[in-house]
């Protein structure tokens, strides 16, 4: 069993910048793909970032350049920092973990743990 617990949520102006974290317990932290993924009202959960157990990032297209994923084994936590928000970044985001590969980490239905969500409000 692997338990997720997210911080760092809120609600900013377009173009500030959040840091989101995801502090882990159960299992050996360090064996498990760890991913963002956000969920906005009305639509499906997508993918944000992922930071694979063999040490690869991955981003949606949508992030990539403003949004950076970092994760601490020693600590057992992953962190999102965001940039030059968007109000189409608002969302209730997720953190997930995993043991999947690196060409599956993008795929949510791969991921059997969750973490509560935290919700990130980015106004024009």
């Known amino acids: 069993q692997v338990q997720l617990v997210e911080s760092g949520g809120g609600s900013v102006q377009a173009g500030d910048s959040l840091r989101l974290s995801c502090a882990a317990s159960g299992r050996p932290f360090s064996t498990y793909t760890m991913g963002w993924f956000r969920q906005a009202p009305g639509k499906e959960r997508e993918f944000v970032a992922a930071?694979?157990?063999?040490?690869?990032?991955y981003y949606a297209d949508s992030v990539q350049g403003r949004f950076t994923i970092s994760r601490d084994n020693a600590e057992r936590t992953v962190s999102l920092q965001m940039t030059t928000l968007k109000p189409e970044d608002t969302a209730v985001y997720y953190c997930a973990a995993s043991r999947v590969y690196d060409s599956k980490s993008a795929e949510a239905n791969n991921y059997g743990y969750w973490g509560q969500g935290t919700q990130v409000t980015v106004s024009s």
């Open positions: 930071f694979t157990w063999t040490g690869n990032t």
